[in-house]
């Protein structure tokens, strides 16, 4: 879990760091009062879209820009808000799970000097996903860093084994929002009142991915074509594969709005370049955040569409269909929600799916 839009475009100049973090009042009170005098090691620990990776620039900006005269610290709020920050350092997963070469790539960002003050921040993406030779190489860098280095792990659980690196960092918790504020947030943002609420119901929480589902105008479409799986299926490899590819289409069409988006964010960046030159301009960054969302994007598609799947068998539960088959798929669908994050096709996971779920008429 990682990296995620922070909503419409803001100028970091003229407003508060903390204004896009939506939803967490108590988090946000304790980073703030943690500016002057932080730890070294933070752990951000909450569901996608909860509010970590907005919480994690703003914390940034503020710890770059303390002590700072007030055009410098203008100057770190605005390229660390922006993502562009030459002394903010944000690591995501290049594999399945954060391994061993990516511990000792985190470990020798920590040794290097700061660009342009004598403070740096590494952001550690998905912490959750890290392996036991990985935690161990990163235990001791997080918790003894260089001077003026710090960590911001953002994590939607700690799982057992990682609660010994956990434990030396200071826990923010962030819990996923209700869909009263995610509503709220995106009717502030411009969304009419009944598709925010609608959007709302279906984001889980998830402000960003609400976001994204404000401006998909197909995203009933998506639905309907989940929900209407189990009545085409007919047990043979050859309809599987057929609806295999009408739902993937169906999320190549959602990634829509976010080319949109990327494209604005590629164009701001090429203003900015224009205005400040191109030194710690991040456009490599920027690509890699891209890439990171879309691969996030199609994984929300597939948890929204596996969901509706699996609501469209607890109506038939309902309804009287043969509990043992009904239960049995129940079973299926919530297997490979879970095998999303370790699983590398997309394609073999929902056609293995699909061919073991029974026909619903």
Same mark, same amino acid.
Request: glycine residues 8%; proline residues 7%; hydrophobic residues 45%.
């Given at each position: ?36 005098? #932080? ?7 909450? #569901? #996608? ?35 562009? %920050? ?21 470990? %020798? ?147 829509? #709005? ?21 030194? =710690? ?8 955040? %891209? ?13 929204? =569409? ?27 669908? %919530? ?27």
């Amino acid at each position: 879990m990682a990296d995620a839009p922070v909503g419409p475009p803001v100028d970091p100049a003229t407003i508060d760091a903390w204004a896009s973090v939506v939803g967490q009042p108590e988090a946000v009170a304790r980073l703030r009062a943690a500016v002057e005098r #932080p730890v070294h090691a933070w752990l951000f620990v909450g #569901p #996608p879209g909860s509010g970590t990776s907005a919480a994690a620039r703003a914390f940034a900006a503020e710890l770059l820009a303390a002590g700072a005269d007030a055009g410098t610290a203008e100057r770190h709020r605005r390229l660390a808000l922006a993502g562009q %920050h030459p002394d903010v350092t944000r690591v995501e997963r290049v594999g399945a799970q954060i391994a061993v070469e990516q511990a000792e790539a985190i470990v %020798h960002r920590a040794s290097r000097s700061p660009v342009e003050g004598a403070r740096k921040v590494i952001v550690l993406e998905e912490f959750h996903l890290v392996v036991g030779p990985a935690a161990a190489k990163l235990l001791k860098v997080v918790e003894e860093p260089p001077p003026g280095t710090f960590f911001i792990v953002l994590a939607e659980e700690v799982p057992p084994e990682l609660v010994t690196l956990a434990s030396r960092c200071a826990r923010v918790d962030f819990p996923a929002l209700a869909p009263s504020v995610v509503r709220d947030a995106l009717v502030a943002e411009g969304v009419p009142g009944d598709r925010a609420a609608e959007v709302a119901e279906v984001a889980h929480g998830d402000l960003d991915r609400a976001r994204l589902l404000a401006t998909d105008e197909r995203l009933a479409l998506r639905l309907a074509l989940w929900r209407d799986v189990p009545s085409r299926l007919d047990g043979t490899g050859h309809t599987a594969a057929v609806l295999v590819d009408e739902v993937r289409a169906g999320i190549d069409d959602a990634a829509a #709005p976010l080319a949109r988006r990327h494209d604005r964010e590629v164009a701001e960046l090429d203003d900015r370049i224009a205005r400040y030159g191109g030194r =710690g301009s991040g456009a490599g960054e920027l690509a890699a955040r %891209h890439r990171r969302e879309l691969r996030r994007l199609r994984a929300d598609e597939l948890r929204l =569409g596996l969901t509706e799947l699996a609501r469209r068998y607890r109506d038939a539960l309902a309804g009287g269909s043969p509990p043992g088959e009904v239960l049995d798929a129940l079973g299926a669908v %919530h297997r490979a929600t879970e095998g999303l994050v370790r699983f590398p096709s997309e394609e073999l996971l929902l056609h293995a799916l699909f061919v073991r779920l029974p026909p619903l008429r």
